[in-house]
């Protein structure tokens, strides 16, 4: 069963504008939360990542905003560009074993 | 390298074929995963080894996956008598250690007709 539920499945946004991309889990157990951007043929690739201790997090034009009481936790994509355009994975970690949410494809319109 | 190098990049499979899956972590990279990504889905993981052990493959849907890392580097993920539900592109991963942050290859897409 999918231990993380994320949504939307998929988003558009115009150019400069914020996509905000959810997730929550039940797992407490999960003691580590990041996300990954992956482009069509690559790999996923690691973007921002936060521990349940810390409710926000920034890292230039990205933030996780961290809730651990209800068990979720979101991504913003402020001024969003373009080159954004790709599918964004939330994921959560127990031990070694990362779970994955399904994944939200993000569209940016110039 | 680099980078996490997989090969093939693709794959092409008879249903009822074996096939072999290789992975290159970066050098000095402990830990060792693979995942099943199936086709608009997250990563689903399938094997764990640390150095030359592994240590978890409770995710390996059959007995027909294998997985083995003989000399604690390249990686071979094996498939014996494939089924069309194996199609999927399969990553795989690599981290300095346990708990540090997992760098993905570009995936090996096996499609089985």
């Known amino acids: 069963q999918q231990q993380v539920k994320q949504s939307p499945q998929s988003l558009i946004v115009q150019k400069g504008g914020i996509s905000i991309i959810n997730c929550a889990y039940e797992?407490?157990?999960?003691?580590?939360f990041p996300w990954y951007q992956q482009f069509p043929g690559k790999g996923p690739a690691l973007l921002i990542a936060?521990?349940?201790?810390?409710s926000e997090k920034k890292e230039g034009r990205f933030t996780i905003s961290f809730n651990k009481s209800a068990k979720q936790f979101s991504l913003h994509i402020m001024d969003s560009q373009p080159g954004d355009s790709a599918t964004y994975f939330c994921?959560?970690?127990?031990?070694?074993?990362?779970?994955f949410g399904a994944g939200t494809t993000v569209t940016v319109r110039a | 390298g680099a980078g996490v190098s997989q090969s093939p990049r693709y794959k092409v499979a008879k249903r009822g074929q074996d096939v072999a899956l290789r992975c290159d972590p970066i050098?000095?990279?402990?830990?060792l995963f693979w995942y099943q990504q199936a086709l608009g889905q997250g990563p689903e993981f399938l094997t764990y080894?640390?150095?030359?052990?592994?240590?978890?493959k409770s995710g390996l849907p059959s007995d027909r996956f294998f997985a083995e890392r003989p000399e604690g580097s390249v990686s071979t993920l094996k498939i014996q008598r494939t089924q069309q539900e194996d199609s999927a592109v399969y990553l795989c991963?690599?981290?300095?250690?346990?708990?540090?942050?997992?760098?993905f290859g570009a995936g090996t897409r096996l499609s089985v007709l």
């Open positions: 797992n407490t157990a999960f003691d580590y």
């Open positions: 991963a690599s981290s300095m250690a346990v708990g540090n942050i997992q760098y």
């Open positions: 936060i521990r349940p201790d810390v």
């Open positions: 994921a959560a970690r127990s031990d070694y074993k990362l779970s």
């Open positions: 050098s000095g990279h402990v830990s």
């Open positions: 080894f640390q150095n030359e052990a592994q240590l978890d």
